[in-house]
């Protein structure tokens, strides 16, 4: 059964309605409702086109926390073909929110990293709905580091709300955790492809996505606060999380504009969750043409080129 958001109401009706005449044309063929089939589909459809090609900000990150929205699992049964996971930090334990490991992409040897939220309740919950804990960046760091070691390029696809701050986790360095992967990033020599599959929550994003290539999906979100944390910050009031989204460039839109990002990947109307397979293959083509993009690089060269690319952010040209 098909999850529809606040803003889907008017479409959730009318397909609800197709869904019904559906079921009684099949039901009882000699009743003529194909022409009311028909216009009612073809009324859902210009609905959604026309909901989904004017989204707000806010809408969009709805969008983009959609539960149906395929996740790491999805991207790795789907395009990683021998995928080994690799688990542990080699220091405290095994975390969950990240899963990492070697695979073929497209017949080239890749370290996938990406954090996994989970399908369902036990899922969620499993892996702590998306949010790290810093073993599971020191566990990022250790596969990034053997990706460096024998020249596998390293892909990360990042769904996450942020870092979990749990006093846990804070007693245990997740600052310190979150700095050290971003730096094992920016010193690797092999490339790093990144992709925003739906949440790009804060530092618990950028230590994953410091990359040569950042892309986004269509209606993925990318923020240095989720909104309803950075409404309570600048507010004082949660309830203004629509505001904050609105007010801190969020879309891929936007940030594509700023050079924040490097490419945007298409999701079908309605977004990815309606069409899962299309676009995990849509980003798979734009993963492999951007590792491919890197074959005549030496490892200074990718090193300086991620360096220089961060560096230019936020200055005027």
């Not at 846990?168 to 050290?180: D, K, S, V, W, Y």
């Not at 979100?221 to 007010?247: C, F, G, H, K, M």
Request: hydrophobic share 40%; aromatic share 6%.
């Amino acid at each position: 059964m098909r999850t529809y958001l606040d803003f889907e109401k008017p479409i959730a009706e009318l397909e609800s309605k197709v869904a019904e005449l559906r079921a009684l044309d099949a039901d009882d063929a000699s009743v003529p409702i194909s022409d009311e089939l028909k216009r009612l589909e073809s009324r859902a459809r210009e609905a959604l086109e026309e909901t989904y090609a004017s989204l707000t900000p806010w809408q969009k990150t709805q969008v983009a926390r959609h539960p149906d929205r395929p996740h790491f699992k999805d991207y790795i049964r789907e395009l990683v073909r021998d995928f080994t996971p690799l688990a542990g930090d080699r220091y405290f334990a095994e975390d969950e929110a990240i899963i990492g490991g070697l695979g073929r992409l497209a017949g080239r040897s890749v370290m996938v990293i990406g954090h996994e939220k989970g399908s369902d309740t036990e899922g969620r919950i499993k892996h702590n709905f998306g949010m790290a804990r810093p073993e599971g960046y020191r566990k990022a760091v250790r596969l990034m580091e053997m990706a460096d070691r024998f020249s596998v390029p390293v892909v990360s696809l990042v769904d996450t709300a942020g870092a979990y701050p749990g006093i846990g986790a804070e007693e245990r360095g997740q600052a310190e955790a979150i700095a050290r992967s971003t730096e094992c990033c920016m010193r690797l020599g092999v490339p790093i492809i990144s992709v925003i599959i739906g949440e790009g929550g804060s530092g618990g994003a950028v230590a994953l996505a410091t990359a040569n290539r950042i892309f986004m999906l269509e209606h993925s979100i990318y923020t240095v606060a989720s909104p309803e944390a950075a409404a309570s910050i600048l507010w004082r009031d949660s309830a203004r999380a629509q505001d904050a989204a609105t007010n801190m460039k969020i879309t891929a839109q936007d940030l594509k504009s700023i050079g924040i990002i490097d490419g945007i990947i298409p999701e079908p109307v309605g977004g990815a969750h309606r069409n899962p397979e299309s676009v995990v293959r849509a980003a798979g083509d734009v993963i492999v043409n951007a590792i491919a993009w890197f074959d005549d690089y030496a490892p200074d060269q990718i090193r300086k080129e991620r360096r220089e690319k961060f560096l230019a952010m936020g200055r005027e040209s």
